[in-house]
């Protein structure tokens, strides 16, 4: 435990500590203020908001845009172009963010971003054109020639900073830039991309011919890009590029009636060298230049109010020294009361240090238990899974006996239908045989009758006339029951029926 004096020569070193860097804090601004030293490397602009995501590799759109005459704007509006380049990044930065985008630097008012699709590059630069357009714009910009106010038929098509941009797309090299942390982007693709960019005229957007041909690939235009207004620019050739890149504009259908001046577009702010890698030019850094010094002079012009400010601190901290002093002084039975309080309070901290040592065994304990609650519940859920694959191949395999003894089913049914057919027909033949049967008994009958007569007659032995006549009933009686075939046959059995052997012989 600290005694009261300590306490007192604690608090007294702390505030003396505090007034010393005040004092450091308060030299350093006068000396800001005997030299105006311009240190552009120390300053914030231009620097890539943070990363929201991974940037896109391989495959990717790369755009690159420009503000229009931004050298000429600066000169003739230096506070309104401020103004103006805060709204045009704030504008930019949040539809980055919204399209899936990736800033991969910026040079004054240049933006190099990249996409992961075209579709997303193209509806980017679309809609920037729509926001830029209506934004809040400096009355002091609007009066420049560059950035002044035009109507079509259908409405507003140019207010504020007008911005051209280019869109390329293929398979740059990637790596992170050793002083900034950031994706770059390298390579003849690159290249090409800020020379598609610096055809264009502010206001407007050129895409090669790759970029909407990969678009069509994923659908219409017309209504991917809400129908939007495409001129075919033609094949246009590309400093240090040997072949001609064949380009067309594009624009919202709102704004169709923009119109561009057949002038050659003036350089990028943001270079680009041999190696396909993109960096700031001259118009960056006088862009920078401006920017800084604008606000290096709203520092200066405060830095009066602000030396005031510290003054009036340094004199409350001393007062605050003093007052602390008298109440140290003071506060003699009050270190006594808190020494007593730090005794109950040290006994108290020793008697939750025990409990906390309680709990922490009961916590491993509970820690263990759970282990040995879910190595059972690892099991169980085993087995209880192992009993599902069972249950299911059982469930499979009756299926399939069950499949199986329908098909026996039908075959049986089948077979018994067909037996019950064949029954049928077998009756019917039955009694077609048994009318037969009972046909030729009858005629059985009626011949043995005759038999029986002819035999009498030729016991008799009687005349020929008798004769003839027995043998007329007998041939119309088998005639009845017989075809002439039939009774050709029983003729010829001259031994059992003699009366039909010879018929002419009976006449």
């Not at 790369?62 to 709204?87: A, G």
């Not at 051209?164 to 830039?177: E, L, T």
């Not at 922490?360 to 190595?375: D, F, S």
Request: hydrophobic share 40%.
């Amino acid at each position: 435990m600290l005694s009261e004096r300590e306490l007192k020569e604690e608090a007294i070193q702390s505030l003396r500590n505090e007034n010393e860097e005040l004092d450091k804090r308060m030299e350093q601004i006068k000396g800001l203020t005997a030299s105006l030293g311009i240190d552009l490397a120390a300053s914030d602009f231009g620097r890539p908001h943070a990363e929201r995501g991974p940037p896109p590799t391989g495959h990717v759109a790369i755009v690159f845009t420009d503000v229009q005459s931004s050298t000429e704007l600066w000169e003739k509006h230096t506070v309104d172009m401020e103004t103006s380049l805060d709204i045009h990044n704030q504008i930019m930065r949040d539809g980055i963010d919204a399209h899936n985008g990736y800033e991969v630097k910026t040079e004054g008012d240049a933006f190099m971003v990249t996409f992961r699709t075209s579709l997303d590059a193209v509806q980017w630069c679309l809609d920037m054109q729509q926001k830029l357009l209506n934004a809040n714009w400096p009355t002091g910009i609007c009066s420049h020639p560059s950035a002044e106010v035009g109507r079509g038929s259908q409405g507003l098509i140019w207010r504020g900073l007008r911005v051209r941009m280019g869109v390329h797309v293929g398979d740059p090299s990637a790596k992170r830039d050793p002083a900034s942390g950031r994706m770059d982007y390298f390579g003849p693709m690159v290249n090409k991309s800020a020379r598609v960019g610096g055809i264009g005229k502010g206001g407007q957007i050129v895409v090669s011919e790759d970029v909407l041909r990969e678009i069509q690939q994923s659908g219409s235009i017309e209504t991917l890009l809400n129908k939007p207004a495409i001129v075919d620019l033609g094949a246009k050739p590309l400093k240090g590029i040997a072949e001609p890149c064949h380009v067309l504009s594009i624009l919202p259908n709102a704004l169709s009636e923009r119109r561009f001046s057949s002038e050659a577009a003036g350089d990028s702010a943001m270079a680009v060298s041999e190696d396909g890698a993109a960096g700031g030019g001259n118009r960056a850094k006088a862009a920078n230049f401006y920017r800084f010094v604008n606000r290096l002079k709203d520092k200066v012009s405060n830095l009066p109010s602000d030396i005031s400010g510290l003054e009036a601190a340094v004199r409350e901290r001393d007062e605050e020294i003093k007052q602390m002093g008298a109440r140290l002084a003071s506060s003699e039975q009050s270190s006594r009361l808190l020494q007593q309080q730090a005794g109950a309070l040290q006994a108290e901290n020793d008697s939750l240090k025990m409990t906390a040592d309680d709990l922490t065994n009961e916590l491993n304990q509970a820690r263990a238990t759970e282990q040995l609650l879910q190595a059972a519940k690892t099991r169980a859920e085993a087995e209880a899974e192992a009993q599902r694959v069972s249950l299911l191949s059982r469930l499979a395999e009756a299926e399939k006996a069950a499949q199986d003894a329908a098909a026996d089913r039908a075959r049986l049914e089948a077979a018994a239908a067909s037996a019950r057919q064949e029954a049928d027909a077998l009756r019917m033949r039955m009694r077609d045989v048994d009318s037969i049967l009972s046909s030729r008994l009858s005629l059985l009958t009626d011949v043995f009758s005759v038999y029986k007569k002819v035999d009498g007659w030729m016991r008799r032995q009687r005349g020929n006339q008798d004769a003839t006549v027995i043998g007329g009933e007998f041939k119309a009686v088998v005639a009845r029951h017989y075809s002439d075939d039939e009774l050709a046959h029983l003729g010829s059995s001259r031994h059992l029926f003699p009366v039909l052997s010879s018929p002419a012989s009976h006449k």
